[in-house]
């Protein structure tokens, strides 16, 4: 930690991902395949930074909260594909006549159904699919 810092890297991290400054890439930066900004150019960026005590609090903060975003898709990740490979040994069981499609589709509805809101995420859930999370980061 550079004691004598103006700006935590952190935070200026999470400050480059905001909505104005990427703007402002956009407007300045160069690049017909990728966007870049020149170091002059970002050196004239000018910005208003809190005391530094602060944006490590405010870096501190959002690593918290991106680590649940990132589990939540990890686990969306993980339910995709259990769906895909379910889809895949549904369409093999019904070609090899495991399955009979016919008998499956008397037991369908006649009439749409009102869509259910998903179900609330099971910490136990989540707590079982971890080691599927875990292998697929």
């Keep these: 930690m550079n004691v004598g810092a103006k700006y935590d890297p952190k935070f200026m991290f999470y400050f480059m991902l ?6 402002y890439v956009q407007v ?8 870049g900004i020149s170091q002059e150019t970002l050196g004239h960026y000018k910005i208003c930074l809190p005391p530094i005590d602060e944006q490590r609090a405010i870096a501190k903060f959002l690593d918290g909260e991106t680590t649940i975003q990132d589990k939540a ?4 990740g993980v339910e995709i594909k259990l769906i895909r490979e379910y889809r895949t040994r549904l369409v093999a069981d019904v ?4 399955f ?5 589709a008397r037991d369908l509805p006649t009439e749409l159904e009102e869509a ?5 995420l099971d ?3 989540a707590e079982e699919l971890e080691p599927l999370i875990s292998e697929e980061t």
Excluded: I
């Design 95 to 98: 070609v090899t006549g495991k």
């Design 28 to 35: 300045n930066g160069t690049g017909a395949t990728f966007l």
């Design 123 to 125: 910490t136990d859930d």
């Design 116 to 120: 259910e809101a998903a179900p609330e």
């Design 100 to 104: 009979d499609v016919r008998e499956a």
């Design 73 to 76: 898709l990890a686990l969306a």
């Design 18 to 23: 905001t909505r104005l400054f990427q703007d």
